[in-house]
């Protein structure tokens, strides 16, 4: 079956760091790849999404490659915020099922 | 244009009471899905529909749950009778399937406790 296993939070880091949440992936099929973020209080939003190997999905400063070799798809972004502070989901999806498979999440927080 | 709509926003229910929670998914959409989270058990999916009928349910912890889509407009998930453990916040979604990278809207979130 699929799953989603994201490391584990939380997650604290001073304005302007270097962010790298780690994804990794097992499923049937090839699926597409996505992440969501959850800002306080609020439902999740899709952040950015890529759909075949070695495609970059970016978005707001954040890229996530789809790495088949490795199962992989890790958020990064060169410089966070504070406004970037949320839960952060990594989900995939196969074939025309519309169903989405979800990591755990992992908290951000961000700190002046 | 609206995004998807919940209510209520925020239900306080005593235990052995039955609650409803609603949901309007953005106009055109074919696909509801409805998702509790919780602290312990992080983001669940509990079931979903496709052009109002429903195709997985098997995240519905128990009969006390149940869940309808009369219309492609309008679901509710009903709890009866609730229970303390059902606190948590219950999300629906909704998007417009059959693309292989069809994304899925949140609403806000109907966060229940149950005392």
């Known amino acids: 079956g699929n799953s989603v296993t994201q490391m584990e939070g939380p997650v604290t880091l001073s304005e302007e760091a270097f962010l790298t949440i780690n994804c990794t992936y097992t499923?049937?099929?090839?699926?597409?790849l996505f992440w969501y973020v959850q800002y306080p209080g609020e439902g999740l939003q899709l952040l950015l999404k890529?759909?075949?190997?070695?495609d970059k999905g970016s978005n707001k400063g954040f890229e996530a490659t789809y790495r088949k070799e490795t199962t992989s798809f890790h958020l990064e972004k060169g410089s966070v915020q504070v406004s970037d502070s949320a839960v952060y989901f990594c989900a995939l999806k196969t074939g025309a099922n519309s169903k989405l498979t979800f990591g755990k999440g992992i908290t951000l927080s961000v700190r002046p | 244009d609206a995004g998807v709509i919940q209510s209520p926003r925020h239900e306080v229910t005593e235990m052995g009471q039955e609650v409803t929670l609603r949901c309007k998914p953005i106009?055109?959409?074919?696909?509801l899905f409805w998702y509790r989270q919780t602290m312990m058990r992080g983001l669940e999916l509990l079931i979903y529909?496709?052009?109002?009928?429903?195709?997985?349910d098997s995240g519905m912890p128990e009969d006390r749950f149940s869940a309808k889509m009369p219309n492609a407009s309008f679901s509710t998930l009903k709890i009866q009778p609730s229970e303390p453990r059902d606190s948590a916040v219950y999300f629906c979604a909704s998007s417009l399937s059959g693309s292989f990278t069809d994304t899925q809207y949140f609403g806000p979130g109907t966060r229940l406790t149950v005392l």
């Open positions: 499923a049937t099929g090839y699926p597409s």
């Open positions: 106009s055109g959409h074919n696909s």
């Open positions: 890529a759909t075949k190997a070695d």
């Open positions: 529909f496709n052009n109002n009928v429903p195709i997985d």
